[in-house]
């Protein structure tokens, strides 16, 4: 277990801000404590500080994880955000989609979002924008990148992709075993 | 009397085809349905032939009596053929040619002319009655109606009476019978006979069948040449389920229903096999389980043939239960409260979905969890702000459920050894949003090198599966004495590193909660580690032993709690709580002069294979116990108090002003 080293710390920001952009600073800065990012093991952690004192306590062999997972980084040293962290995406996320129910089970599957399963979506969405995917009943069900922009939705065909799929929380099951 | 009917009747006969009987027969029950007196049901010809030969012995008697009435009879005689001759000659009319069944129409219609007959005869005899004998009980209008009334209905009511005999009718008819003699008529003086006769046949019929049932009673072990031949044969389910329930019978009361000469030993041996036998369990673990349970040993194996209900808990981190169980009952599940110890729990009885793969269950709004699990966090009761460890976490249920009451504050370590299993705990651990966990691999007894001062210890320890038979088979066939015993010593090690991981100087906790699903044999002596039983705060659930077999144990025991699949209709299993007294190793007997609370002698968790010196150790710390214990127990927590009170006091105020800020930012989260 390791802090950050710089150029991690930039992948790794970077790649979060494509979600949450400037609200990163609040998941620092907290009331409630010092929370901080550690690198253990190729993964991304974030933890509250007494937490992760705690944690260094075990040996690198025996500690699997602490606190929430947010991703890892590959070997080619790019960030991959894992669905672990949807709990820290969702509640500050500055672009949102909201999934018809019939898109929801789609989705959930891991499949691309079509314009026809498109309950809802932020204004002013850009192109390849990062955005927390929710249902219509507010549960959120994952990230991913918007296909279109916006107002691009507006006109497409209903069978046209609107959103890119990254994670979801059907990964959960499907993907237990390479989760961390 | 039938054969001696009248030559009107016969004349009426001679004019049928019997080919149109068949028809006559049916044309009678379907077109005719008024006029349906003449079709008799057999039995009812079988009697009128018998109260015919009274009519006939009677008539003799009453010659003349006969005589007198004879003009009447000869009129009805001649109402009623004429009434049959308009009915055949109808009957004739539609030819249909029945060969084949002619044979039982020909009885049938025999049948019919018996009963007319008998009418007549009857007519004669009533008649002959009202005005002589009955005439003072029977009113006119009665006669009447018998006049009009076919002799079908007397004798339907008669039959009744026959019939209404068996049951009861006899008792009020023994009462009056004296009474009435003289006023009866000889058919009925004949029919009160016959019900005596009945009663008493009856009666001996009784007799002898108690007599049957009181030899069967004595259940006959099967020869051990019957034993050795069946084995060879493939079992027949049926007559094994016969026996054991005879056997069980038999030990129920064993000294009125024994089979004299056959001992309790062999019975329950032969039960024992039988029982193997139909639940396909091992010889060593049935023994165990007869052990366990004596008296509902069936219940027991039958609970475990039968699935648990789905139960599933609602993770308080993310949602309520009401609002879970309506999205729930959105989508087409059926639920309910698990019960009113729960305030997290739900039934599931049926569902159209997975349970475990809907929206709701993925965004971790609620864990699939066997009700039984609830239990051991429910005794922990860990607290906000603590620092708590879960020594073998797979899957994450009981974790995940103590971080939910500590509502994601302080820090829980979930250990497991088993690294495969860890994945599911990463899973469940962030599907359900919790924050403050550690989740480390090593083997439970090492844990304590890494950490110790937990302010509460879980310790679900690695068992048999005893109490899980009904998920897994498999335990019926493969544990022995050995498995249960490795068990046992791993389980004895696990819980002296549980209780030394826990720091007894901790301002909330200084607990431990030992619980397994194992319903066999498994809390060990800790005579060791200073700590006492305390109560689980969990109200249903049967007491610990404090016996069992020869053994004897601390009757601190009573605190534990057992859960069984027939009584509580959840998992097998077993909690105890434990509250370390001090840090020090050894029992707290051994430091008597230490510490104050040493006077209370050390406490046993136990149960089984329990050595001699231990024994000897728990009897004497029962001798010593009882008056003393509590008052200094108090007197001692006491003292610890005020010991402690600065340091809590500090950690109080560092607590609030940071968990204020927290459960406001969680709810930020939560939107």
Redesign the interface.
């Given at each position: 277990m390791r802090p950050l080293t710089d150029e991690e710390t930039k992948t790794f920001f970077e790649k979060l801000s494509h979600y949450i952009g400037e609200n990163i600073k609040l998941l620092i800065d907290r009331p409630d404590g010092i929370y901080c990012f550690r690198y253990h093991k190729d993964r991304v952690y974030y933890c509250k500080e007494t937490l992760m004192k705690f944690a260094s306590n075990f040996g690198r062999d025996h500690l699997i994880s602490f606190g929430t997972n947010f991703g890892k980084f590959t070997k080619t040293g790019k960030f991959r955000l894992h669905v672990t962290a949807l709990d820290f995406l969702a509640p500050y996320a500055k672009f949102k989609v909201w999934l018809k129910s019939t898109a929801e089970q789609t989705f959930l599957y891991g499949h691309h979002v079509m314009k026809s399963g498109l309950g809802r979506i932020t204004e002013n969405t850009e192109q390849y924008q990062g955005v927390v995917v929710y249902s219509m009943s507010d549960v959120p069900l994952g990230f991913g990148v918007a296909a279109k922009s916006t107002a691009q939705c507006r006109t497409s065909d209903p069978m046209n992709i609107v959103i890119f799929h990254q994670a979801d929380i059907g990964q959960y099951i499907r993907e237990e075993d390479t989760l961390i | 009397m039938g054969r001696k009917l009248n030559v009107g009747k016969k004349a009426v006969e001679v004019g049928f085809n019997p080919d149109t009987k068949s028809k006559r027969v049916r044309a009678s029950s379907r077109k005719n349905k008024r006029q349906q007196e003449p079709v008799l049901p057999k039995f009812l010809a079988g009697d009128e032939a018998e109260t015919k030969k009274l009519s006939s012995h009677q008539k003799k008697r009453k010659k003349l009596a006969l005589l007198k009435e004879a003009e009447k009879k000869a009129q009805k005689l001649a109402k009623q053929s004429n009434k049959k001759a308009k009915l055949v000659e109808r009957q004739n009319q539609n030819k249909v040619n029945g060969r084949a069944k002619s044979k039982s129409k020909a009885e049938a219609e025999e049948e019919i002319n018996g009963s007319a007959s008998e009418s007549d005869e009857s007519f004669v005899e009533d008649d002959v009655n009202f005005k002589d004998d009955n005439a003072d009980w029977l009113t006119p209008k009665k006669t009447g109606v018998q006049l009009h009334g076919s002799e079908d209905d007397e004798e339907m009511s008669e039959d009744e009476e026959m019939s209404g005999d068996e049951e009861g009718d006899d008792v009020s008819d023994a009462e009056s019978e004296e009474e009435d003699e003289a006023n009866l008529l000889p058919i009925e003086r004949k029919a009160k006979k016959l019900r005596q006769k009945e009663v008493v046949d009856k009666q001996l019929a009784q007799e002898e069948l108690d007599m049957n049932i009181k030899q069967t009673e004595v259940y006959k072990l099967p020869s051990g040449q019957d034993i050795s031949r069946d084995s060879n044969l493939a079992p027949d389910l049926e007559l094994l389920k016969q026996r054991i329930r005879d056997i069980m019978q038999v030990l129920g009361d064993f000294s009125s229903r024994r089979d004299s000469g056959t001992s309790r030993q062999s019975y329950v041996s032969q039960l024992r096999t039988d029982l193997c036998t139909y639940y396909g369990y091992n010889e060593f673990l049935m023994e165990k389980l007869m052990e366990i349970f004596p008296q509902d040993i069936i219940e027991f194996l039958e609970a475990n043939e039968i699935d648990r209900p789905v139960t599933i808990r609602t993770n308080t981190l993310k949602t309520r239960r009401r609002d879970l169980a309506q999205?729930l009952i959105n989508r087409g599940m059926n639920l309910d409260p698990i019960g009113k110890w729960s305030k997290v729990g739900l039934v599931v009885y049926d569902t159209q979905v997975p349970i475990?793969?809907t929206?709701?269950y993925?965004?971790?709004?609620y864990m699939i969890q066997g009700g039984s699990s609830f239990l051991p966090v429910m005794a922990l009761a860990p607290q906000q702000h603590e620092?708590n460890l879960d020594m073998a976490a797979a899957p994450g249920g009981k974790t995940s459920y103590m971080a939910a009451l500590m509502q994601n504050t302080g820090?829980i370590v979930a250990n497991d050894k088993n690294?495969a299993r860890?994945?599911?705990v990463?899973?469940n651990?962030?599907?359900m949003?919790i924050?403050?966990?550690?989740?480390?691999?090593?083997d439970g007894k090492d844990i304590i090198k890494?950490?110790n001062n937990f302010d509460r210890v879980l310790l679900d320890a690695p068992c048999s599966g005893t109490g899980v038979i009904s998920k897994d088979q498999s335990v019926k066939a493969n544990k022995d004495e050995v498995d249960i015993a490795k068990c046992s010593q791993l389980q004895r090690q696990l819980l002296l590193t549980a209780i030394d991981c826990c720091d007894a100087k901790s301002s909330s906790g200084g607990y431990i909660v030992y619980s397994t699903c194992s319903i066999l044999v498994i809390d060990y002596v800790l005579k060791k580690r200073a700590v006492k039983l305390v109560s689980t705060g969990l109200d249903f659930g049967k007491e610990g032993f404090s016996q069992y077999k020869y053994h004897r144990f601390h009757p601190s025991l009573k605190h534990t709690r057992r859960f069984y699949p027939h009584t509580h209709n959840l998992d097998g299993f077993f909690v105890a709580k434990l509250k370390k007294l001090a840090n020090m190793e050894g029992a707290a007997d051994e430091r008597v002069t230490d510490e104050p609370m040493a006077a209370e002698p050390m406490e046993t968790v136990d149960s089984e294979p329990v050595t001699e010196t231990t024994k000897a150790t728990t009897k004497a710390a029962r001798k010593s116990k009882p008056s003393k214990s509590s008052p200094k127990k108090k007197q001692w927590n006491r003292l610890k108090k005020i010991e402690k009170m600065g340091r809590q006091k500090k950690l109080q105020s560092q607590e609030t002003s940071?968990?204020t800020?927290?459960t406001?930012?969680k709810r930020?989260?939560?939107?």
């Open positions: - | 999205a475990g793969a929206p709701e993925l965004g971790g709004h620092k820090t690294k860890l994945k599911a990463i899973g651990l962030h599907r949003g924050t403050n966990s550690v989740i480390t691999n090593s890494y950490a940071g968990s800020g927290n406001s930012r930020k989260h939560l939107k």
